[in-house]
């Protein structure tokens, strides 16, 4: 294995006030009324989402936000996603993260297995079942950049999926430009495998701590634990880990190697990662010790002669291939007369972006949507991305260019009108809308040129049909 090139030490580097509230949208799923916890405005999501049903779990909980969940039903809808649609800015980035805590919603024993999407992104498989065994509710955090308007987070049952799938509760939070910021948010999303808070042995540290409510879990309680000897002032660290996570660290006595097994569990091959860690030395500005450390990762020279100071540093690499069980060693540098510390870490693995369907495309399919009074339930999120999970009824072409190519909605139980916007899905080779409840007239389908089945017969059109269809070469079936 070889290491990445893209490795960076980061002392303090801006001006950085703390002052700003945090912006968000915070959705407690099912609820019917909102509710304050922690110092956060906990919304009802209906105003979020067209489908699914509300439900009370059947078991007490004490964080009123895991009483209620949201199901999507299972039948017929394996390979379909239902998506909360959230107001964002494209040009930034969020923090998302989805909470699950089953209760026996759906009356198995097991909460049941499916798969999450944001926009038209896989980001990865829901499976909670052994966190809640142990009591536990789960969650699942990452960045993101939203593609258009709205940032799309979809739940989609998959073919190990064997009983409705479900959410909890759904943030998303607004970060600022320089937080991971060296990460190209058009080509990757951070799906988070840990983040900690060294030697911390209280609850998890987030909000107000964490401003932007990201959670530093504990670890290492029982692998040299210390608490800093003073206050220290770490307020200029670009990525704004909490002050918090400085008061206690995993630290040797001895000038020896300390030795993490971080991040937990095992990784799958063939991913990369970014990695962040965070150090600050209280001693360093008067106990006369010098303390400086090389850093490897399973055998691996990730930094060497790194000195933290008491104003704080992270090194952070933006793609590290690991695999397997992962080693974190520091080791005393030559001349060090003080043992390694560290105080917090995070690890992301990278999702590389789904990409989008064509906007022109996008656009088009939501006025249809809206034109529709009573759209499939899973239209929403991206139409044609992940492309395993395209809308019902919608083929869409392959390659870098996607394009909506066939509409079959035949005998869908659709009422409403066909929208003009329909003429803007320029690659359509099929459009497909038979025996349905649809009126009004049919609107200019001339652009449309390589149009070549039309199948609009059992509605409830009027007018005449348009002679520009004539002009329409390509067309076999009218």
């Not at 790194?306 to 992270?314: D, E, I, R």
Request: one cysteine or more.
């Amino acid at each position: 294995m070889t290491a990445p090139l893209h490795l960076f030490l980061l002392f303090l580097l801006l001006p950085i006030s703390l002052s700003q509230t945090l912006t968000g949208v915070f959705l407690d799923c099912g609820a019917y009324a909102g509710s304050t916890v922690n110092g956060l405005d906990w919304v009802p999501d209906n105003d979020f989402i067209s489908s699914g049903t509300p439900k009370d779990i059947k078991v007490e909980v004490l964080n009123t936000t895991l009483a209620t969940v949201r199901t999507f039903p299972l039948q017929n809808n394996v390979l379909k996603k239902f998506c909360y649609e959230i107001p964002a800015d494209r040009t930034r980035k969020y923090l998302v993260r989805t909470t699950y805590y089953y209760g026996g919603v759906n009356g198995n024993a097991n909460p049941p297995v499916f798969d999450q999407i944001v926009d038209g992104t896989f980001w990865g498989v829901v499976n909670t079942t052994d966190e809640y065994r142990s009591g536990n509710s789960s969650y699942y955090e990452g960045v993101f950049m939203p593609t258009g308007k709205n940032l799309s987070v979809c739940l989609a049952a998959n073919t190990y999926t064997d009983s409705d799938p479900f959410i909890s509760a759904l943030e998303v939070v607004l970060l600022w430009d320089q937080l991971y910021n060296s990460t190209d948010f058009r080509a990757y999303g951070l799906s988070l495998v840990a983040r900690n808070s060294f030697g911390h042995d209280g609850p998890v540290i987030g909000y107000p701590d964490d401003q932007f409510n990201r959670y530093w879990e504990p670890f290492g309680t029982d692998a040299f634990p210390q608490s800093t000897l003073q206050d220290l002032s770490v307020s200029g660290i670009w990525s704004l880990p909490p002050p918090k996570v400085f008061q206690t660290r995993l630290a040797r006595s001895l000038v020896e190697p300390l030795i993490l097994p971080w991040p937990p569990g095992r990784l799958p091959s063939g991913q990369r990662y970014y990695i962040a860690l965070y150090f600050a030395d209280d001693q360093a500005s008067y106990s006369g010790n010098s303390r400086t450390m090389d850093i490897t990762i399973n055998g691996v020279s990730y930094y060497n002669n790194l000195t933290a100071t008491p104003a704080g540093v992270v090194v952070f690499t933006k793609e590290w291939p690991l695999a397997g069980i992962t080693n974190l060693t520091l080791t005393p540098a030559g001349g060090s007369t003080a043992g390694p510390l560290i105080n917090a870490g995070e690890v992301f693995r990278l999702l590389p972006s789904g990409g989008k369907t064509l906007p022109r495309d996008v656009i088009a399919m939501i006025n249809l949507r809206r034109s529709f009074r009573n759209p499939p339930a899973d239209w929403n999120g991206d139409p044609c991305l992940p492309s395993q999970y395209p809308w019902t009824g919608v083929t869409c072409s392959e390659g870098r260019r996607i394009r909506v190519v066939s509409l079959n909605l035949t005998s869908m139980g659709l009422y409403g009108s066909i929208s003009p916007s329909i003429s803007n899905l320029t690659a359509l080779t099929s459009i497909l809308l038979g025996n349905n409840g649809l009126s009004r007239t049919i609107p200019d389908l001339s652009p449309l040129k390589g149009l070549q089945f039309l199948h609009l017969e059992d509605n409830w059109l009027r007018g005449t049909i348009p002679p520009s269809l004539g002009t329409l070469q390509n067309l076999q079936e009218l």
